[in-house]
């Protein structure tokens, strides 16, 4: 009997919808030659709802997606007219929090015919992946505010990290820099020069756990600000950089630029021993809405990193090789629209290259 996954599907908000149904019908493509079979139940949770009803995200989905699901599929969150924060509070750090996917997995991949706007750099180049964490620092909300409204007025939002949540992200990612098996180094981006103690326990825990486990790995270490320069200057350095929240989340943005922009950007929070769920990074793009404009790859390449998490593998790398194809053979730019095609063509031409 072939192999079943059950998928929660969450367009959500803005151009959600539009590449999440090109990712839909790669995947239909993959499951045919592949032999596994997803079953996918769709969830309307997004700004449409929450202006409709007053409901976010209610934790009886949150239970059902833990108990009932494999993955859950993200188009987008974020809507013009709901204030910036409730959305991505209430659902996307929720789901992240409340399913532990303590890992974020963006792979930075310049695929080949994809114009990037670092100078004399090419995919040998420009290949790597940020695993960021992604339950902890300074996104737990740890802080607060005393004597609001004066100019007296405190505000604190404190970076907090535990033992654990460091050492299970590390070991991640010293896991995950084997099995590449590409330059075998690792790299911890931090700020230990400033941050003196997070990053100080960061930095112990990384060579302490590398030294004893993974002693074929090569550690390297970069200040966040340097790590900035050299994905710039240097990307060629790069195999897995490792990372705390905060930092994470600023340096896949420009990981995106050199990449080729928003259009191709994928990304998996990741629990290993739970519920993932695979987006593309670039947000809900609102002008673009509705339009058949919009770049699916992010979301294709994310429906790709969902098949290589859930075990099929071999099904993964098919997508990879069929998103280089069109991206090498036909499509002019990865920018909405100025790709030469519409965002259903393209979705098409992918699951025609599979
Ligand atoms: C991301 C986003 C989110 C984050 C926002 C929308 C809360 O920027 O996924 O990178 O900061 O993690
Ligand atoms: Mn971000």
Same mark, same amino acid.
């Given at each position: 009997m072939s192999k079943q996954y059950k998928i929660a599907v969450i367009p959500g908000d803005g151009t959600g $919808? =539009? @590449?999440?149904q090109e990712g839909l019908k790669v995947l239909k493509a993959a499951e045919e030659k592949f032999g596994f079979k997803l079953q996918t139940k769709t969830f309307d949770f997004g700004g449409e709802r929450y202006l409709r009803t007053g409901e976010v995200l209610p934790d009886s989905a949150v239970k059902e997606f833990r108990r009932d699901f494999d993955a859950i599929y993200l188009g987008a969150i974020g809507h013009p007219d709901v204030k910036p924060g409730i959305l991505e509070r209430g659902i996307l750090l929720k789901l992240r929090f409340d399913l532990d996917q303590y890992i974020n997995l963006r792979p930075v991949k310049l695929y080949p015919g994809v114009e990037t706007p670092v100078k004399n750099k090419g995919p040998e180049d420009i290949d790597? @992946? @940020? /695993?960021? =964490? &992604?339950t902890g620092g300074i996104y737990t909300g740890v802080g607060g505010f005393s004597m609001k409204g004066t100019k007296h007025e405190i505000a604190i939002q404190s970076m907090v990290y535990n033992y654990h949540q460091v050492e299970r992200c590390l070991r991640y990612a010293f896991e995950y820099t084997r099995k590449r098996a590409r330059k075998n180094t690792l790299a911890l981006c931090g700020k230990t020069n400033v941050l003196t103690y997070v990053y100080d326990l960061w930095e112990r825990v990384f060579h302490d756990l590398g030294e004893r486990e993974y002693p074929e790995i090569k550690r390297d270490y970069y200040h966040v600000d340097a790590t900035c320069m050299w994905m710039i200057k240097n $990307? =060629?350095? !790069?195999? @897995?950089i490792v990372t705390g929240n905060m !930092? %994470?989340?600023i340096i896949t943005d420009l990981g995106a630029m050199t990449q080729g922009g928003m259009g191709i950007a994928a %990304? %998996?929070? /990741? &629990?290993p021993e739970g519920v993932s769920m695979f987006e593309p990074i670039g947000g809900s793009a609102p002008k673009y809405a509705g339009k058949n404009i919009i770049n699916p790859l992010a979301a294709i390449c994310a429906a790709g990193m969902m098949l290589e998490i859930l075990g099929e593998e071999e099904a993964a790398r098919a997508i990879e090789g069929a998103v280089s194809q069109v991206t090498s053979t036909r499509i002019k730019s990865l920018d909405a629209g100025k790709m030469g095609y519409s965002t259903s063509q393209v979705g098409d031409m992918v699951a025609?290259?599979?």
């Open positions: $919808p =539009e @590449v999440i790597y @992946v @940020v /695993i960021r =964490e &992604n $990307p =060629e350095w !790069f195999d @897995v !930092f %994470g989340d %990304g %998996g929070n /990741i &629990n025609g290259a599979l």
